[in-house]
């Protein structure tokens, strides 16, 4: 048999052998490499090197260039599965009616107005909500205020009598008419928040059910089909349908669903919450498309 088809044949079989691990790379950098074991790819990386040092003390092309191609993929995909995580599992319990995670402070209580207020008043400055644009609060002051900034959110009395955001008890009614509202809200950065978001909650929002009042810091935990939240990191990883609240510190984000107002919100959601409420399995209704605002 002639040297060059036996050559042909070697990289023939190096080529298949070694770009068949490229599909494994792409699939771990879209899904994360939660399936992959560190010990398989490490005895694998190892075997790959060692043929490759054989490779070259015999001087054979084709295994030289097989396993230096295979020994940096798998290096990737070793990589990529350090770095890239899983995509959150969607939800698929099945209940009656679809479920809603609200958020409180700039979605449904405007903290931001009364945060600005006291500031402005403070230090004898003149912020405005549009001088926030697309940074929050407290990149947007003198770096020597920003520890005051912090301190004023924390203070008591803060958020006793923070106002209503336009449209949201309208809105929040009408939903509970076609889904299970919860109110989540990360309270445990804000401590001295429990008693006042409590009360706040009781006088304007008297027809949420107060076991439907969730305090909690991380919001992953939150079980539920449609999050609407003004804090990019609650969204990320959510599995259900995702609802990015407008406030001016997430103004550039762009990979959510937006909602400007609580207007839109029932443009969105009860335009459809009546049929997806008569859904037997409610994971269905947050999969499906979203409508645009």
């Known amino acids: 048999m002639a040297p060059s088809f036996i050559n042909a044949l070697g990289f023939a079989a190096a080529a298949l052998t070694t770009f068949s691990f490229v599909p494994q790379v792409l699939k771990i950098r879209r899904q994360g490499g939660k399936d992959l074991s560190y010990i398989m790819l490490g005895v694998f990386w190892t075997g790959v090197m060692l043929w490759l040092v054989y490779g070259l003390i015999m001087k054979e092309p084709a295994i030289i260039a097989a396993n230096l191609v295979t020994g940096i ?14 995509p959150a599992t969607p939800v698929t319990t099945t209940r009656s009616r679809p479920r809603i995670a ?28 549009q001088d926030l644009h ?18 004023i959110a924390l203070s008591d009395g803060f958020f006793w009598d923070l106002d209503v955001m336009p449209g949201c008890q309208e809105v929040i009614r ?62 990320d990883n959510f599995a259900g349908m995702r609802i990015l609240f407008t406030a001016p510190h997430n103004m550039s984000e762009t990979r959510f669903l937006r909602v400007n107002n609580w207007q839109e919100v029932r443009s969105l959601l009860l335009s459809k919450g009546a049929k997806a409420g008569r859904q037997t399995n409610a994971a269905e209704f947050a999969n499906a498309p979203a409508a645009s605002v």
Do not use: Q
């Open 102 to 129: 609200i958020d409180m402070d700039e979605v449904m209580a405007d903290s931001l107005s009364r945060h600005l207020e006291l500031y402005n008043t403070e230090f004898g400055a003149s912020l405005r909500k």
């Open 73 to 86: 993929l798998v290096m990737l995909a070793m990589v990529l599965k350090a770095i890239i995580k899983a």
């Open 134 to 151: 697309g940074k929050p609060l407290h990149l947007s002051v003198p770096a020597a205020h920003r520890e005051r900034i912090d301190e």
């Open 174 to 235: 009408e939903l509970t008419e076609h889904y299970d509202v919860f109110i989540v809200t990360a309270a445990m950065e804000f401590p001295n928040s429990f008693l006042a978001k409590h009360a706040w909650l009781k006088e304007h929002f008297p027809f949420v059910d107060i076991r439907n009042v969730v305090y909690c810091g991380d919001k992953s935990i939150v079980d539920a089909d449609i999050m609407i939240d003004d804090r990019i990191r609650n969204l």
